[in-house]
C-alpha cells in the first residue's frame, strides 16, 4: 500500500511504536523552534536537563510576541534567551528579525524534515512539505536534548485542490472555506494534505497561509507537497541545496478527502468570534469598520505585503478608519523599502508596526469600544484584540486593503483588474539579525543572563522507595487547571519565575496552601473525580513540584493535566474504594512504604493513613513509558538519563 506525505516524513523518522491510527509514536525531531512567551521555560527545561548542546540539527529562539517592553521584565527574558541559545548551541532570531513562521520559512525550514515548535501555528512549516507541529515547552525541550516526541497517529485528511483562483481571490480564502466546510474540529486527530491540479498554482508563501490556519482546524498538522514552485522558492532565497522532492504515492490511502474547486471561490470572511463563521465579503460589503490590521504568522510574505502596496498605491485610507500593517519579516521589510512599495503604504496613511506578532497577541492597537476590526491574521476569539467587545473579521491581506480605502467592507473584486504580483526570482537574504551559537569551545565561557525575573525551574530526583508526608491540601470534584494555577494578566510577566507564581498556587481553593507547602517541605494532595481538567498549561504541575507535592491521589484525572504531572514527576494515583476518599483529612500522615517497587512491578499502590491507623489501595494511570518517567523523577530526567546511556 502506498504511503501519504506525512506517512513518509513519519516513517522515516519513527523511534518507537508502529503506524496504526491512534497508537502511540516517537518521532526523530530534527529541527526546533520557540518564540519568547513560550522559549522561557522551554530554556529553563532544557538547562534542567543538564545537556551541553542541542542534539537536533537545527534549533531557533525566535523573540517576536512580547517586544513592547513596558518594564524589565520582557528584556530579561529576552537576553536570558540570547545567551542561553549562545550557550547551548541554539540560533537566535533578534527582536525585529519577524515573526518565527514566518523567518523559519523563509531561512530555515527543509521539506521531509520533522519540526516541533512551542506554539500552535508552527505548522506553517507545511507550505514547504515539512512536518511542522505546535508542542508544548516541554517537548520542545526534550527534544534539543535528543529525546522522541510523542504523539497518537493521526488519520490522513486529503483536500483535492482542483481549478485556478480567480482574481482577487487568494489563499486566505481557501482556507476560510476549507474552515467553513469542516469547522474548527474536522481537524482534530488528523493531517490535513493538500493536493490535486490546483497545487502547483499557488507559491509556498500562499501554501503556507493555508497549512498556518490549519491550527484552527484543530489538525495535528497541514502539509503540502514539495515540488517545482517549492524548490524555486528555495532557491530564491539561496537555498537550492534544501530542497527535494516529496509527493503521496498514486496508491497512498486517506481516512477522509474533501474537494475544494479554487474556481469557483470567492473572497471569504470568518465573523465574530470563531475562525469557522465565514461568510462571502459579497454578503457583508458595505458594513462599515472602524480598523484594518495586516500582518501576522498567516498573512504578512513578501506577496502578501505587495497586493495590499498596489491596492494602497497613490490613495488615502478612509477617515473613520486605523490601518495597521506589520510586515512579517526583516526580508520582507527591507524588499518593501528597497522597491519602494513601502513608501505607496506609508504614502495612503497605514502605522506601520515592527516586524513581529503586535497586534495578534495584544500588544497594541486594540481596537475602540465594540469596533469592528478587519485583520488578516488567524484568530478572532472574544477578547484576544484586548477591546472585549471588539468584533474582528478574519480577510485576505486584498479585502483589507481595499476596505481600509472605502471605510466599509468592500469586496476588492470590485476593485477591476488586478496588478499581477509574481515572486521576485531573488529575495533579499541579509541574515544578520540572526546569531549564530557560539562554538562548543566559547560556549564554555558564554555567561547565561539572569534578570531577577528569570528563576530555574525546579529539580526532581529519582522516585525514591517510599513517601511519607502529609495530605497537604484536601479539595473536591472538577478542580480545573486554573483553580491549580490561576492565569490573568497579574501574573503572566512571571512566566519564567516559578519561585513567585508558587505564591498564587490552589490560592482560589485555599489561600493559606502556598505558606503550608512552604513550611512541610513535602506533601501529598487528595482531590475528587475529574482533577486537573481545563487548559493544558503545563505550570498547573509544574508550580506544585516546585513546592514539594510528591503525588495526587484522586477519584478520576483529566487526561493531559496527568499526563503533565508524570512529567513533572508528580505520581498520579487513583482510589481503588472512593469511599477511602472520604476518610481521609487534610493534614493527615499518608505514607506509601513501597511506592518504587509497586510501581516497578505493575502492582496497586498501598496507601496507609497513619493518622487514622488504616491502610488502602490505590492505581497508577501509567503507560510504560510513562511509568519508567516516573521512575526516573519526570519527562526530563527520563530523558537525561536516557541520554547519557547512549
Ligand atoms: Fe504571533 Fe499571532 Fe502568529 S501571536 S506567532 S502572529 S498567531
Redesign the pocket.
Known sequence: MGLTIAQKIIKSHLVSGNMTVSSDIGLHIDQTLT?D?TGTMAYLEFEAMGIDRVKTEKSVAYI??NTLQTGFENADDHRFIQTTAQKHGIWFSRPGNG???QVHLERFGVPGKTLIGS???TP?GGGIGMLAIGAGGLDVAVAMGGGAYHINMPKMLRVNLTGKLPAWVSAKDIILKVLQVLTVKGGVGKIVEYAGEGVSTLTVPERATIT?MG?ELGATTSIFPSDEVTREFLAAQGRDADWKPLASDPDAVYDEEITIDLSSLEPMAACPHSPDNVRTVRELAGMKIDQVCI????N?SYLDMMRVASILKGKTVANNVSLAIAP?SKQVYNMLAKNGALGDIIGAGARVLEC???P??GMGQSPNSAGISLRT???NFEGRSGTKDGQIYLVSPETAAASALAGVMTDPRTLGAENAIALPKTFLINDNMVIAPASPEEAKNVEVLRGPNIKPFPSTTALAPSIEAKALLKVGDNITTDHIMPAGAKILPYRSNIPRLSDFCFTVCDPDFPERARKYKKGIIVGGHNYGQGSSREHAALVPLYLGIKAVLVKSFARIHCANLVNAGIVPLVFQNQNDYDQIDQMDELSLPNIRAELESGLPVTVKNETKGFAFHADSPLTDRQRKMILAGGLLNYTKAKHHSV
Not at 500582518?295 to 498567516?298: A, P, Q, R, V
Open positions: 518564540q512567551a517576536d510576541h515573526i518565527c513562521h506554539d500552535s501555528h506553517t498556518n491550527a500582518g501576522s504568522c498567516t504578512s512579517g513581529a506578532c503586535g495578534c497577541i491574521f488567524n484568530r
